[in-house]
């Protein structure tokens, strides 16, 4: 079974600075996707960037990007020029692509702190 | 993108009483939809996967007599926990992937108090 890990429960940054969260995960299939997600206090989930194995092109979404190691199964979220709407939990995610049910297995997340 | 709607946003009822909470795809049809379940400060967790026209397909440890699950039509996937107990207070989430974006998109949760 796969597994996803956030190592970081809780992180912090000063606004307009750059923050990075940390995810690796463990799986033996080659055909993959991965996420991440958000979740302010709301609750409400929102996508914040996706990834395909199969590419080598890291994933950006304007302030937010990935670096995704395949080779190391690392998969971190890098946040520019952070912002006060930036707090939230941060859940990394993976989704088999060889496997039927296209189910998510998240990680435990990572709460993150903006401070001004 | 896609948009999901949940309804009620929060529930307060008695023990042994049951509840349906309904999730709602509105742009688009969907025949798979997911519902998790999380806990304070904790991670979601898969309960089950709801297909339209089947039988839902239920995590291990979770009991599907006891979180029933209907998926009648391409929009609408209900959760109904039924003969509540305090300890299935707790926030619960549906899903629904789009194949076109290949992604999941939630709805903005359930919080259940059983009192």
């Known amino acids: 079974a796969q597994t996803v890990t956030q190592s970081q429960p809780e992180m912090s940054v000063q606004e307009a600075e750059t923050v990075t969260l940390s995810c690796t995960y463990d799986?033996?299939?080659?055909?993959?996707?991965l996420f991440w997600y958000k979740q302010p206090p709301s609750r409400q989930m929102i996508l914040v960037i996706r990834q395909e194995a199969y590419k080598q092109q890291n994933a950006t979404e304007n302030r937010f990007s990935v670096n995704f190691q395949k080779a190391a199964k690392s998969f971190s979220l890098k946040i520019s020029d952070s912002q006060l709407g930036d707090a939230a939990m941060y859940f990394c995610a993976y989704r088999s692509e060889e496997t039927s049910g296209s189910r998510l297995t998240f990680g435990e997340g990572t709460q993150l702190t903006v401070n001004p | 993108g896609a948009v999901v709607s949940q309804h009620p946003s929060r529930v307060i009822c008695k023990s042994g009483t049951s509840v349906k909470i309904e999730c709602r795809s509105l742009?688009?049809?969907?025949?798979?939809m997911f519902w998790y379940r999380q806990f304070p400060k904790q991670s979601l967790m898969l309960m089950a996967t709801s297909n339209e026209g089947s039988k839902a397909t239920y995590e291990q440890g979770v009991e599907k007599d006891k979180f029933l699950i209907n998926h009648a039509s391409l929009t609408l996937s209900t959760l109904t926990v039924t003969s509540a107990h305090p300890e299935d207070s707790s926030f619960y989430i549906c899903s629904d992937r789009q194949p076109a974006a290949d992604t999941q998109y939630f709805g903005p949760g359930t919080r259940l108090t059983v009192l």
């Open positions: 799986t033996s299939e080659s055909d993959y996707y």
């Open positions: 742009d688009f049809q969907a025949t798979t």
